[in-house]
C-alpha cells in the first residue's frame, strides 16, 4: 500500500542503465501538476456548488478566463520557443549588420577620400539594403571561414558598389530609391 501512494507523486527511475536493477524514486513534476490542478478544479466545483448564487454563470466565467489564460499561456510558449530556436539567427544577423555596415561606411569614406565614387550615406534604402544583406548573411556566420564565406563578401562588395554607381544626375540606385520612398511619403497625408 505504501509502494502505491509513492506512485502517485513519484516515478521509478533506473539510475545504473536505461533498462538496469538499480532504482531509485524521483518526484514527479507532471504528476504534481496534474494532482495540483485536480485539486484546483476540486475546490473550485465546491465554491462553486455552496458559496455562489447561480454556480452555472460562475463555472461559465472560471471556463471562459481559463481557456483565455491557456491560449495566452500557448502563445507565449511558442513565441518563446521561437526565440530560443531563433536565437543563433538573431545574434548572427546583429554581427553581419555591424560587419556590413562597418564595411559600408569604411568603403564609402575611402571611395570617397581618393574622389572615385560617392557613397550614398544614410536613407531607408540603405538601411534596407544593409539588413537585407545581414539577412542572406546570418546563417553563414558559423566561426569558421571559408570560401563560401568567401563568395559572400565578394557578393556584398558588388552589390554595395553596384547599388552606389552614378546612373543619372540624383546619383546611384540608393539615392534615386531614396528619392522615389520621399515622392511616395510626399503622397501620403
Known sequence: MKDQLKKLLYTKHFVDT??????????????VFFL??????????????????????????????AI???CIIAVLWIV????????????GFILAFILILTFYY????????????????????????????AGLGAKRIDG??????????????IILLGANIPLNQNGGFLANLDKFLGMLGGWIP
Open 18 to 31: 536505461p533498462s538496469g536493477t538499480i532504482a531509485e524514486w524521483r518526484l514527479s513534476p507532471w504528476k
Open 36 to 65: 495540483l490542478l485536480s485539486i484546483a478544479i476540486l475546490l473550485l466545483l465546491i465554491y462553486a456548488q455552496f458559496f455562489t448564487p447561480s454556480p452555472r454563470e460562475f463555472l461559465g466565467n472560471v471556463t471562459f478566463y
Open 68 to 70: 483565455i489564460a491557456i
Open 80 to 91: 518563446f520557443s521561437m526565440v530560443a530556436k531563433a536565437r543563433k539567427f538573431i545574434i
Open 106 to 133: 569604411f568603403l564609402g569614406t575611402l571611395l570617397s577620400y581618393f574622389g572615385i565614387m560617392d557613397f550614398h550615406i544614410g536613407g531607408y534604402s540603405t538601411w534596407i539594403l544593409i539588413a537585407i544583406l
Open 144 to 157: 569558421n571561414l571559408d570560401r563560401h564565406d568567401v563568395g559572400f563578401a565578394l557578393l556584398v562588395f
